[in-house]
């Protein structure tokens, strides 16, 4: 059995009376070579780091290449601002030019001609810069670029040391209490700078912070052709970094670009949405953007299952916006709205009366994404549709406000059930409300464009009619258009296909695009057509079978109610000149009732446009169309009156209720009795027509003191003077086809 043992108690010996000591001088001594020693080292760690820093050695080649590349596209970017300002303010001289010119009663200047070749010459570097790519489309840097790059860079360490140094020492001597402000902030920075340095280290070695560097998606892959950036190319994830049994969470809990990115791809995953990469992420007011990728089928599947992924957001209805790309097929931008896209859209901007072409592009609306929506409607004709609440009345407003300010245009409104272009009505020439009247407005403007047709040639113009303030173009406004009659309907059909070559073009509206509403399949005639709230079959008859697949979706568009707008004035478009088809959602500036007025009578005063007497005298030569001639039977007598007779300028702007033009007015005299006695003797014969010849004679008869001894070119004269114009064609007469004379009902309108 093993013995036990006592512990043995550890004796510690006592200390010393008078213990040894470090003398005091050699005290002091090691601990002023400790602080050497330290002070050298952390001297050495300064040099060492500042020299690298001065140096740029915190700065790789890749960092310096997308700071260069971003440079280089900001500066593009820059240049091509520069370039449409210069285009805006040579428009402006040119409009004034213009103006100036009309004033002088001419068409043109020297300086008119001077200015527009300014202008062309600007236009013509804007396309070259627009067929070289975008502004952010830039090569990646040469190395001269990355050496000239590194060297600015180091000298402007060195010029910001120096300039600070130097601002330092004047502070100092200006306020003597800055030094007592920079003692800790000298700690400070000593103690930052002194700490060892690593060489390459990810670390902020650097003595000031750097911005973050972008990620290296960024820069194009050098083996494509141009190596230019493209669109998507700044990638942030894809679906393989997905953490493994993540959820998808709200957008609501969003609030960086990665984590933006993480919430689309698991939403999509759980949706069975092929999406497999996020690229391009922007913060934006209303929401966030970005650019997706689909690695099997195409950008549709988004579309069809937005309703699905709204509910995995959390977002309203119609908070997922997908727009497919036509560059990339893979890819569409994808918009997750949770506020007002439009809210910080700019407003209506100010047009002085005749500061403008009809040829000239003008802003009207907004992209969701920011681009400005600008079209020229010169010779195009246009489809207008939208359900009852989608601001048809302020689109149209918007178009006409720019048409309006044209000093080469004039602007015609017809609505047979609204109020149409009511608040902008002072600016416009002609306002037709019934059957009559737009029937007349319709037929006068068919035949003036066959007329036109005829002069082109003969003034000069070449395949296409020129306007200027003495040959204006005309833009009629059709409001309501599936409520027109039957005859209507069939004038503007006919003007549609012959009016665009001489500027007489028609903006159509309608509150559907099917033929229950068009009557005709016209909507995939037009050249601009544009759809706002509506139906799903609306936006297939206007922008084809595969059009919301393609990511066409005004359906999805709510119209207004009294109390709430929502999406009237929302359109998607198609056919914009100058501008690539997307299915990208816009929204039309709307400006107040009272602006509206306050243009319409600045421009009223500035003074409205009418026809050119050109155009006017043509208009006699035109057969009409065979459906709007009266029918006679073999003896001549009327079997059926003309449905619409076709008036003069006069005459129409009466019909009309417009204002006469200036000295137009038929006062007493020989010109006015001679029309009055006209009816009179055709009231008598009970006939609505006659041959010259023949009411000459019947003049005679009525009123031989007056007429007896009057001649056959004396009467036209006077019938010319009244405003009756020249003899027209009055259709078949007994036996003869096409005799020339004067209409009772044209003679009437004088008086």
Known sequence: MATRTEPVEQQIPPMPTDPPTIPRKQRIGTVKLQAKAAYGEQKQNVRQRLAAWFATADINDQKLAEQVVDNKRRQAQRQDDELLRQVGRVNSRLA???????????????????????????????????????????????????????????????????AGGYGYLHGIAVEPALLLLSVPAGGFGWWFLSRPHVEDSTEAGAPFPQAPALPATFLADPTQAGGAMSVGSHVVMNVEQLAEGA??????????????????????RAEGVPIVEVADVQRQPWGWQCVVRVDEGTPETIIAKSGALETKFDLPTNGVRPQPLRARRACAILRLVDGDPFATAP??????????????????????????????????????????????????QGLAEGTTACYDNITIDCDPHGDGLEDLGDAVRITARSNEQIEAVLLFFLVMSKARARLRAKLGMGKKWKPSASHPAVTIFIDEFPKLSDLAK??????????????????????????????????????????GPCKVGDTRAVFGDDSVREGYLPHKLSPATDTDPKDAGHIFIQGVPGMADEPIEYAVHEAPSDVLRKLAAERLEAGLLDPDQDSLDGMRNVDLPEYVEAEFDKNGELKKQAPVSLLTWEQLLRLCDAEP?????????????????????????????MKTEVLLSALQDFDPETYGDLGLDEFKALMKESGAGAPLTLGQIGEEKNPRGFKRDRLRHLL
């Open 96 to 162: 004034q030019a213009r103006i100036d010119a009309a004033r002088r009663g001419g068409e043109t200047s020297p300086q008119v001609e001077r200015i527009k070749g300014e202008l062309a010459a600007l236009q013509a570097r804007v396309e070259t810069r627009a067929a070289e790519g975008p502004a952010v489309a830039v090569t990646p840097p040469t190395n001269r670029e990355l050496d000239r790059a590194r060297w600015t860079k180091k000298a402007t360490r060195v010029a910001a040391v120096l």
């Open 247 to 268: 959820k998808p969470f709200p957008l609501r809990n969003v609030s960086t670009p990665q984590q933006l990115a993480e919430c689309v791809l698991l939403a999509a």
């Open 347 to 396: 407003g209506l901007p100010y047009r002085a009366p005749k500061s403008m072409s009809i040829t000239d592009r003008f802003r009207i609306g907004t992209s969701v994404g920011g681009d400005p929506l600008e079209l020229s409607l010169a010779g195009v004709m246009g489809l207008w549709v939208a359900a009852s609440g989608g601001g048809k009345t302020g689109i149209l």
């Open 490 to 531: 069939l004038l503007a059909f006919d003007l549609l296909l012959v009016g665009r070559k001489e500027l007489i073009e028609v903006q159509y509206a309608s509150q559907g695009g099917t033929t229950r509403y068009l009557g005709e399949n016209i909507a995939q005639m037009m050249a601009l057509k544009a759809v």
């Open 661 to 689: 033009p200036a000295g137009s007015e038929l006062t007493d005299g020989p010109a006015r009795a001679a029309v009055e006695d006209s009816v009179a003797a055709m009231e008598k014969a009970g006939v609505d027509r």
